[in-house]
């Protein structure tokens, strides 16, 4: 199974710079079965732990975690780059593997003690998702769990997340 998913995995040379290896997952979102079972394998882990919203990090985190959200009939929130959010915001700063980059949510997503599960497609550094970590403290929720497609084992990122639980279908 996890190599039939590994199979719709395309790698890209030298992306977005000299020396990246890309792990384009957009082979797998276009095949019906690839994705309906990578959502399934991110979400399962996180049945039946009492998850009040998923929430996604722009822009891939979208789809994976609405898709979760629906799957565990919770609602969705999104984490979003600067100015693209309507409402009053949040800010966090982080860094990611070749730069920094900020990330908001609106100030009334996450209520305390909501119990949320933070969602994106891939785990490098892990910067995107320590950032969205941060977010939901900073507006009192306890993140149950992170869940993610991909995760580059070389690059630590998981490490920066304890000691949050963190679940990954695939591995490089």
């Keep these: 199974m996890l190599k039939q998913l590994k199979s719709l995995i395309r790698d890209v040379s030298d992306f977005p710079s000299e020396g990246i290896v890309f792990r384009d997952i957009t082979p797998l979102m276009a095949d019906p ?14 049945r039946n732990t009492g998850i009040d919203v998923v929430l ?16 565990m009939n919770v609602g969705f929130v999104p984490v979003r780059k600067p100015g693209k959010l309507p409402f009053d915001t949040i800010s966090q700063d982080y ?22 599960l933070i969602v ?30 991909v995760e580059l084992e070389a690059l630590g990122g998981r490490n920066q997340l304890k000691p949050d639980a963190v679940h990954s279908v695939l591995t490089y």
């Design 56 to 71: 996604g990090a722009e822009s891939r985190g979208f789809i994976f975690g609405t898709a979760i959200a629906r799957a």
């Design 33 to 46: 079965a690839g994705l309906a079972m990578s959502v399934e394998l991110m979400a399962n882990p996180f």
């Design 95 to 116: 860094e990611l593997e070749y730069g920094t980059d900020t990330l908001q949510i609106h100030a009334d997503a996450i209520r305390p003690g909501h119990r949320v």
């Design 120 to 149: 994106d497609d891939l785990i490098a550094t892990g910067g995107t998702l320590v950032a969205c970590r941060d977010l939901v403290k900073r507006l009192g929720g306890e993140v149950v769990g992170i869940s993610v497609l």
